[in-house]
C-alpha cells in the first residue's frame, strides 16, 4: 500500500492571535469573548418571508 504524502511544512506561524466573526448566535460570541477571544458579533437572522430556494439551501447545511 503506498504511503501518504508528506505534509508541507509550516512556513511560519502568524504572530497575533486569532480572531471569530460570529453570524448570528449570541451566545457563542459571548462564550469567546468570555474567554479573551477577539470576536465581531454580526447581526443577522433569516429573511421573514421564507425563500424555498433559501430554504432548501439552509436545509441542506444542518
Avoid: K
Wanted: hydrophobic share 50%.
Amino acid at each position: 500500500m503506498p504511503q501518504p504524502p508528506e505534509p508541507a511544512p509550516v512556513a511560519a506561524l502568524p504572530d497575533t492571535a486569532p480572531g471569530v466573526i460570529n453570524i448570528g448566535v449570541d451566545l457563542f460570541a459571548e462564550a469567546l469573548a468570555a474567554q479573551d477571544v477577539p470576536v465581531i458579533q454580526v447581526l443577522w437572522s433569516p429573511p421573514e418571508t421564507p425563500d424555498d430556494d433559501l430554504m432548501s439551501l439552509l436545509d441542506s447545511l444542518i
